[in-house]
Each structure stands twice: as structure tokens, then as C-alpha cells.
């Protein structure tokens, strides 16, 4: 059997009988996917604003540093959103073949 992996090169578990199992597997990236949703929407409302740092640099280059710098993490958070979401479908696709053989069990 050949090691799963999603499109971004992370290794996800195979589901098999002596493993965690699909509810428990299902239920933990489901569980960080919607936390990282979470994460993801507060990031975005933390977005820096130019009123914030005109005082200390006139010139504007530390709001268009923190801008960047915003953007750069919230590009990140929502990278490592997406790997979970594809372990996540990755463990229900694994499920749903595993029932398509054991007859929709």
C-alpha cells in the first residue's frame, strides 16, 4: 500500500482495522480545520490600519511593512487550513471507499 499524501506533499494515516479509526480521526481534523476557520476570520480582523502607525513613521513605510507582514500570515494560516481540510477529505474519501466495499456499511 502506498503512502497517502495530500496535493502539498503531507503524509495522512491510512485507515485500517488496528488504526484510530475514521469517527476519531473524522472528528479531530474536523475539530483543527474549524478552529483554524476561526483563526483564520480573527486574523483578518487584527488587519493593521494606517491611523495606527502614521505617529512614529510619517513616510508610511512601517504601515506598508505591517500590511505585508499581516498578509504573509494570514497566507500561512490559511495554508495550513487547507492542508488540514484536504487530510480531512482525504480520511472521508477513505471511509467512503472502505463502505463502498463492505457494502455501504
Known amino acids: 500500500m502506498a503512502t497517502r499524501k495530500t496535493t502539498d506533499g503531507f503524509v495522512t ?12 480521526l473524522s472528528d479531530q481534523y474536523n475539530d483543527a480545520y474549524t478552529a483554524l476557520t476561526l483563526a483564520t476570520n480573527t ?15 510619517k513616510s508610511g513605510e512601517a504601515y506598508e511593512a505591517a500590511r505585508r507582514q499581516h498578509e504573509e500570515l494570514q497566507r500561512q494560516l490559511e495554508a495550513v487550513r487547507t492542508t488540514v481540510g484536504s487530510m480531512l477529505r482525504d480520511v472521508e474519501e477513505q471511509e467512503m471507499a472502505h463502505r463502498s466495499v463492505r457494502g455501504g456499511k
Open 43 to 57: 486574523l483578518a480582523r487584527t488587519a493593521p490600519h494606517e491611523r495606527d502607525y502614521y505617529i512614529c513613521d
Open 13 to 24: 494515516p491510512t485507515l485500517h482495522l488496528n488504526g484510530s479509526g475514521y469517527r476519531n
